[in-house]
């Protein structure tokens, strides 16, 4: 049984609080806070899948109040489980061409979102196929990249 490093208590009057600690961080750093408890949980499976989309693991703890005080709840099983979308009753059998869809479409969006800082709004047919080409081709990190170039170059406008 894997043990959990002991996670300090929030500062602060009790809320909901998702603690996060890589396997090479020596410290919990709050990844997400709110009043309620369903936002701080999309966070931690959102987070979570970004962190092992990396390839690495994070451990997370999960911190809200009861009765006026602080609590410690068990870590949420979207961190602990590879996080399954849900998207209804269709993501059966078509669960991995879903999430290559899914993952090229988020690569779009994040080469879209660099050239919009570049200062590129108006982008024809062809510039959207471009577009389209690079996010098929490229891996995530390339494309966080190039979009990064793309952010930096339109900040000296």
Do not use: I, N
């Amino acid at each position: 049984m894997e043990k959990r490093p002991s996670c300090p208590q929030p500062p602060g009057a009790p809320r909901w609080v998702a603690m996060f600690r890589g396997p090479a961080q020596d410290s919990w750093t709050v990844g997400a806070e709110a009043p309620d408890r369903a936002p701080v949980l999309y966070a931690v499976a959102d987070m979570t899948r970004t962190v092992r989309a990396r390839g690495e693991e994070v451990t997370v703890a999960l911190w809200g109040p009861e009765d006026g005080a602080w609590r410690l709840f068990d870590t949420p099983a979207s961190a602990k489980a590879p996080a399954t979308p849900a998207d209804g009753p269709a993501s059966g059998a078509a669960g991995p061409a879903r999430l290559v869809e899914r993952m090229t479409d988020r690569r779009h969006q994040v080469l879209m979102a660099g050239l919009g800082k570049a200062g590129l709004y108006d982008l024809g047919p062809e510039d959207g196929e471009a577009v389209r080409a690079m996010a098929d081709l490229l891996d995530e990190p390339t494309v966080r990249r190039v979009a990064h170039w793309l952010s930096v170059a339109g900040g000296g406008q």
